[in-house]
């Protein structure tokens, strides 16, 4: 500002007493220069605090914006995740319905077994002791049945089962005459 820089030179100049004009020397002797200078630098502090306020009002508007901005996409991610849960809810009780309903329709198929797990037992079915089996089945059951079974005798079990419903008789021309015995039966 040129108008207090111009009454700061006239003030320090009136008290120097170093006027020449005396319309001047009036005009300044009518105010103090001390409360000249006082008014002066009261205003040229109150400019700064004026400035440092503007300043915090910009910075409180810009920590604001990015306070909203942070706010809004905290938002928008609870609201996703909120869409997300109600979804995994909703799966989890159509799984807990289907689970139920297959418990009610299966009974007591897959129930564990009551029969007391016991010490040795001789198996009445192969002649060997088995231990804590109680009233189950013997484990060599199911493996004595399929010794029995004219296709494993023979070594036949792959192709009987590729064969579907031709009953066992292979036609391609490269398994009979690559094995013309086992085909037959006599391999073993």
């Known amino acids: 500002m040129t108008d207090n820089t111009e009454l700061k030179r006239l003030a320090e100049a009136h008290a120097q007493k170093d006027i020449a004009d005396p319309i001047e020397s009036k005009r300044v002797m009518l105010v103090e220069p001390a409360a000249v200078l006082a008014l002066i630098a009261e205003n040229e502090r109150l400019e700064s605090e004026r400035a440092d306020l503007w300043r915090g009002k910009r910075d409180a508007e810009a920590t604001r914006d990015t306070k909203s901005a942070v706010i809004a996409e905290l938002k928008a991610e609870i609201a996703g995740l909120r869409t997300g849960y109600e979804a995994y809810e909703r799966v989890n009780a159509e799984l807990k319905a289907e ?11 897959y129930a564990p077994p009551r029969a007391p797990l016991t010490g ?3 198996c009445l079915l192969c ?7 109680g009233g189950l089945p013997c484990p060599n059951m199911r493996i004595t049945a399929q010794a029995d079974l004219p296709e494993t005798r023979s070594g036949q079990v792959g192709a009987a089962l590729g064969q579907g419903d031709r ?4 036609t391609s021309k ?12 006599g391999g073993q």
Not at 167 to 170: E, F, K, N, V
């Open 174 to 185: 490269t398994s009979q005459s690559a094995d013309p015995e086992g085909s037959k039966g």
């Open 120 to 122: 040795p037992s001789k």
């Open 127 to 133: 002649g060997e002791i088995h231990y804590g089996m």
């Open 167 to 170: 009953g066992g008789q292979s």
């Open 99 to 109: 689970v139920e309903a297959l418990r009610r329709g299966t009974g007591n198929r």
